[in-house]
């Protein structure tokens, strides 16, 4: 699946620039993405759980919790 290889190059290169910026221009505050980033993965990390889940015969107790986490992200 191409998806995660590029979604986690992406991230890291954002974390990169971020400390990169954080080096020229210390006063800056740009915590809020790092954290933003975080809240990005976690309906991600989710879904790809469920769909693994979903695959296997006999498996719904387990994605209970996880559809409720991903629909609380989806919420918001």
Known sequence: MLGAPVLVAVTLAVLVLLGV?????????RDYIVWNLFLAWVPYVCARALWRLGRRPHSLLPMLPLVAV????LRW
């Open 70 to 73: 991903w629909l609380a992200f």
């Open 21 to 29: 910026r954080a080096h020229y221009e210390p006063e800056l505050n």
